[in-house]
């Protein structure tokens, strides 16, 4: 994979196609305090990530924290 200088990565989520995609997307209910769960992640992120497999092929797990995908 080659991204030019200059161009976005293609896994990256633009504004434009997030202003399309952010309205279709379930709106976010709160936590019950008694069943916290695992801390949910952004969905632009978690979009993002999804692209990245996607392009690339790799493994959930392999999602590279430096780039902002996964859990530190």
């Known amino acids: ?3 030019r200088k200059g161009e976005q990565p293609p896994w990256i989520v633009s504004d ?3 202003a399309r995609v952010e ?3 379930p709106v ?3 936590r019950r305090s008694d069943r916290p769960g695992r801390p949910r992640l952004d969905d632009r992120k978690a979009l993002c ?3 990245f ?3 690339t092929g790799i493994p959930w797990e392999f ?3 430096e780039l902002g ?3 530190v």
Do not use: D, K
């Open 1 to 3: 994979m080659v991204v």
């Open 69 to 71: 995908f996964g859990r």
């Open 16 to 18: 434009e196609l997030w």
């Open 28 to 30: 976010v209910v709160p």
């Open 53 to 55: 497999v996607l392009y």
């Open 49 to 51: 990530g999804i692209l």
């Open 63 to 65: 999602l590279p924290q």
């Open 23 to 25: 309205p279709l997307l």
